[in-house]
């Protein structure tokens, strides 16, 4: 369910570690991963209509929140060559996205565009082939915990998902701030 070379989007119901064994993921070598554990309510609960949203060549987005001008937005960016499979306002934001990027401004750039260009309150989560990123809109209502070690660096709404992980107990823990772009890449990742 992805486009590009090296991003795989895997979309299913089902608990994690059956996720895991169906799509024979337990030997995955990837330097990264993003996941959303519930269906997405901003459109038909369907699995196509749940996140991730892949709208460009390996642009990854989760997003948690609510975008009020997501139709308004969806129109323009068809008008220049962006589609879209569903009616969900996280597929628009990773148009969005993917659009500004094609044009020229890098992830960092384009991410900061979003507080400009759409309206509504989110925390973005963006995979890329590089390495991933995350924005919090000016008011920051929706939770958010980065956590980052020698290793890794994982970002979640909340801790309890990230204490399970190697390591967890001694890295550094932060909410991230209202619009700023923590982004990392690949060599760091």
Request: net charge negative; glycine share 8%.
């Amino acid at each position: 369910m992805s486009a590009g070379r090296v991003i795989e989007i895997y979309k299913e119901v089902g608990r994690p570690p059956q996720f895991v064994e169906q799509f024979r993921l337990e030997d995955f070598e990837g330097s990264h991963g993003l996941g959303h554990t519930r269906m997405a309510t901003e459109s038909k609960v369907t699995t196509e209509g749940s996140h991730p949203f892949s709208t460009g060549l390996d642009l990854c987005l989760v997003h948690n929140g609510s975008l009020s001008n997501h139709n308004r937005l969806r129109e323009r960016l068809r008008r220049e060559g962006i589609d879209f499979q569903t009616e969900n306002d996280t597929e628009v934001a990773a148009g969005y996205l993917a659009w500004r990027m094609r044009e020229g401004a890098s992830l960092e750039e384009a991410l900061e565009g979003c507080l400009e260009d759409l309206d509504g309150f989110y925390t973005f989560l963006v995979g890329t082939a590089d390495g991933f990123a995350v924005l919090r809109d000016p008011i920051a209502c929706k939770p958010a915990v980065l956590a980052e070690t020698d290793d890794w660096v994982a970002m979640s709404s909340e801790w309890r998902a990230i204490a399970v992980l190697p390591g967890a107990a001694d890295a550094r823990m932060w909410e991230p701030e209202p619009t700023v772009v923590y982004a990392w890449e690949k060599a760091l990742v």
